[in-house]
């Protein structure tokens, strides 16, 4: 099945590299460059050390608020998700503000905490918390109550219930969440370098789009390509690993 499944994404990959190469035939590389030129622009970069610093930046920043507003997200979700007065108080509120585009959001915050990294950081963990709190509530609220006063019944404390219950049940709608903010942070951090930063993969593309560097920005393309895929892969084979048991899916 794994075998199967990596011909697959090396038969989708060659794909999207032979219709790349050929549109390059009909449009001048001042406007498409090819895999090959791409492919040598990055070469350089990764030999003067820009590209991969560029890259741990980009990545500091996601991974650091991707996990803070998963995590937060994850507690919220579970709380409103059992506590019906908590979800009719304060549910109507997370469904407004969670409709608030992250890019309108990248001005404010650099008011709010500056240009440093704590701009981005929140933004993305904006970015976040309302996916993984929407997917959790979902899922704890899913929980039959049943199971809940079976497990009452055989002598479960309500710490026991919320520990061997309600979070085991709702484990796959939060991983699913993670996941899918995942993409988002992507989203959020690319915004935010481009708007009101001086480094990142973000920051990179703007810079090149302004000096019509086109061959730089399709390895900021192909690059943020690469973080996302392999990231995704990695997230979801240690959930896998780690988690199997809770029926992950993916």
Same mark, same amino acid.
């Given at each position: #099945?794994?075998?199967?499944?990596?011909? *697959?994404?090396?038969? +989708?990959?060659?794909?999207?590299? !032979?219709?790349?190469?050929?549109?390059?035939?009909? =449009?001048?590389?001042?406007?498409?460059?090819?895999?090959?030129?791409?492919?040598? /622009?990055?070469?350089?970069?990764? *030999?003067?050390?820009?590209?991969?610093?560029?890259?741990?930046? +980009?990545?500091?920043? $996601?991974?650091? @608020?991707?996990?803070?507003? @998963? $995590?937060? @997200? !994850?507690?919220?979700?579970?709380?409103?998700?059992?506590?019906?007065?908590?979800? !009719?108080?304060?549910?109507?509120?997370?469904?407004?503000?969670?409709?608030?585009?992250? &890019?309108?959001?990248?001005?404010?915050?650099?008011?709010?905490? %500056? *240009?440093?990294?704590?701009?981005?950081?929140?933004?993305? &963990?904006?970015?976040?918390?309302? =996916?993984?709190? *929407?997917?959790?509530? !979902?899922?704890?609220?899913? &929980?039959?109550?049943?199971?809940?006063?079976?497990?009452?019944?055989?002598?479960?404390?309500?710490?026991?219930?919320? #520990?061997?219950? =309600?979070?085991?049940?709702?484990?796959?709608?939060?991983?699913? %969440?993670?996941?899918?903010?995942?993409?988002?942070?992507?989203?959020?951090?690319?915004?935010?370098?481009?708007?009101?930063?001086?480094? %990142?993969?973000?920051?990179?593309?703007?810079?090149?789009? &302004?000096?019509?560097?086109?061959?730089?920005?399709?390895?900021?393309?192909? /690059?943020? +390509?690469?973080?996302?895929?392999?990231?995704?892969?990695?997230?979801?084979?240690? +959930?896998?690993?780690?988690?199997?048991?809770?029926?992950?899916?993916?």
């Amino acid at each position: #099945m794994l075998r199967r499944k990596g011909f *697959v994404y090396l038969l +989708s990959l060659s794909a999207l590299l !032979a219709a790349w190469w050929g549109f390059t035939a009909i =449009i001048p590389p001042l406007f498409l460059p090819s895999p090959a030129l791409t492919a040598q /622009t990055g070469a350089r970069m990764v *030999v003067d050390g820009e590209l991969p610093n560029t890259i741990f930046v +980009s990545m500091s920043r $996601i991974l650091t @608020g991707w996990s803070l507003g @998963g $995590i937060v @997200g !994850a507690v919220l979700g579970i709380v409103l998700g059992r506590v019906r007065i908590a979800r !009719a108080i304060f549910l109507p509120v997370v469904e407004y503000l969670r409709f608030v585009p992250p &890019v309108t959001l990248v001005s404010l915050f650099v008011i709010w905490f %500056g *240009v440093g990294e704590t701009s981005k950081v929140v933004l993305i &963990v904006w970015t976040v918390v309302f =996916i993984v709190l *929407v997917n959790t509530t !979902a899922g704890a609220a899913s &929980v039959r109550d049943g199971t809940i006063r079976a497990a009452r019944c055989l002598g479960a404390t309500h710490a026991q219930v919320i #520990m061997r219950v =309600i979070i085991p049940e709702t484990v796959p709608y939060i991983v699913t %969440g993670f996941q899918i903010a995942l993409g988002n942070a992507f989203m959020a951090i690319v915004a935010a370098e481009m708007l009101a930063a001086q480094s %990142g993969v973000g920051y990179m593309i703007w810079n090149a789009q &302004v000096y019509a560097q086109v061959d730089r920005m399709f390895v900021g393309f192909v /690059t943020l +390509s690469l973080m996302g895929f392999l990231t995704d892969r990695f997230v979801y084979g240690l +959930s896998r690993r780690l988690l199997g048991h809770y029926r992950i899916v993916g």
